[in-house]
C-alpha cells in the first residue's frame, strides 16, 4: 500500500461514505469526480479488496470496506481538527485579556501600569484580578514571583526588585541602630522564606567588600506585604523589596539600616501565560508592555 497517498485515499473513502456518492465527494474536496473514483480504484488496488458495492443508485460498503471504514473515518476527523487548530491560530484574537497577579505586587506594580497600557493599545481590552487566581481559572497572563514547572505554561523574567533593610524609627531607638552587618544578630529580623530555615544567611556587599551574617528570622513568610506590615508595626528589621518601602521612608514612618550594605534583589517577578497563546497578539504586546514597564518601576527611590 502507497503510505503517501494513503492518508488522502482513507479520506476520500470515508468523504464518499459518508455523501453516498462520488459526485458529492467530489464537490465537497473540491477536485474532479474523476479524481475521486482514481483514489478509491488505487486504495482498492493497494489493499488486495474491493470496499465499495456500487450500482446505478446507491453505494455500499464491502466487509471490508466497513472494517477500513471508522479508520478512514478518523483522518477525516483529524483532519478537520488539524485546520481548524490552524484557523483558530491565524484569527485576529478578541475579547479582553485576562489578567492576574498577586495582590503584593498587583497594586504597588501592576495597578499603575494598566492604564499606560490601555492609553496605548485601546483595542486590547483587560479584565485584571488581584488575587490568588490560578491560570487554571482562565486567566490568560499572570504575574507571579515564581515561574511554574507545568511545560504548558510559558514564562518570561520582568526583573527582580532590589531588597532594602528597614525598621521603624522606635524599633531602632528601642534596640539600637545596627553600625556593622555582624550586629543584625543581635536584632529580631523579618526575612523571606528560606531553606535552610531555622538559619537565614543574609548576604550583604559594600563596594568590593562581603559579608555573610546567619540569622535566626522572628519572622519568615513568603509575602512581602505580611513582612512590610511586621516591620512597619515595629516588630523588627525588616528584608524588604524597596518599592515597598518608599512611603514610608520617604514620611519617616521607615528608616533604612546599614543602607550603604546592598542587600541581593528579592525575588525575580515573571510573567507566565499559556504556550498556546505564545503566538496571541493580546498577550505578547502586555508582555512586552510589562517586560520595558515594571524595570523602571523596580528600582530603588
Not at 462520488?22 to 479488496?49: C, H, M, N, Y
Not at 484574537?93 to 492604564?115: C, E, K, M, N
Not at 511545560?151 to 525598621?167: D, E, I, K, S, T
Not at 528560606?194 to 559579608?211: C, I, K, N, S, V
Request: charged content about 20%; aromatic content about 4%.
Amino acid at each position: 500500500m502507497n503510505q503517501l497517498w494513503a492518508p488522502a485515499q482513507l479520506a476520500v473513502l470515508a468523504k464518499v461514505v459518508d455523501l453516498n456518492g462520488f459526485s458529492s465527494a467530489a464537490r465537497a474536496l473540491g477536485v474532479p469526480k474523476a479524481a475521486v473514483s482514481r483514489a478509491i480504484a488505487d486504495l482498492e488496488q493497494a489493499l488486495g479488496t474491493r470496499l465499495l458495492e456500487r450500482t446505478t443508485r446507491r453505494l455500499s460498503l464491502t466487509a471490508a470496506g466497513r472494517l477500513l471504514y471508522p479508520h478512514a473515518r478518523r483522518v477525516i476527523e483529524e483532519s478537520d481538527a488539524a485546520r481548524a487548530a490552524i484557523a483558530k491560530l491565524r484569527a485576529p484574537a478578541t475579547g479582553p485579556l485576562r489578567i492576574v497577579s498577586d495582590p503584593t505586587y498587583g497594586r504597588l506594580l501592576l495597578t499603575p501600569l494598566v492604564p499606560r497600557f490601555l492609553e496605548s493599545f485601546p483595542d486590547i481590552p483587560l479584565e485584571v484580578a488581584l488575587d490568588g487566581i490560578g491560570m487554571e481559572s482562565g486567566w490568560d497572563v499572570a504575574v507571579r514571583a515564581q515561574p511554574s514547572s507545568d511545560p504548558a505554561v510559558a514564562h518570561r523574567a520582568l526583573g527582580a526588585p532590589p531588597a532594602l533593610l528597614c525598621a521603624t524609627p522606635a524599633y531602632l531607638e528601642r534596640r539600637g541602630v545596627p553600625v556593622r552587618p555582624e550586629e543584625l544578630r543581635g536584632h529580631d529580623l523579618l526575612t523571606p522564606e528560606a531553606a535552610e530555615l531555622p538559619e537565614f544567611r543574609l548576604l550583604l556587599h559594600r563596594g568590593t567588600q562581603r559579608a555573610e551574617v546567619p540569622v535566626a528570622p522572628k519572622l519568615a513568610v513568603s509575602d512581602p506585604a505580611v513582612l512590610h506590615a511586621a516591620a512597619a508595626a515595629g516588630l523588627g528589621i525588616g528584608l524588604l523589596p524597596g518599592f515597598l518601602c518608599r512611603q514610608g521612608l520617604a514620611t519617616g514612618r521607615l528608616r533604612a539600616v546599614l543602607p550603604e550594605w546592598a542587600a541581593p534583589p528579592a525575588a525575580t517577578l515573571y510573567a507566565l501565560y499559556p504556550t498556546a497563546m505564545a503566538a496571541d497578539a493580546r498577550v505578547q504586546r502586555f508582555v512586552e508592555f510589562l517586560a520595558a514597564s515594571i524595570v523602571p518601576a523596580l528600582a530603588e527611590p
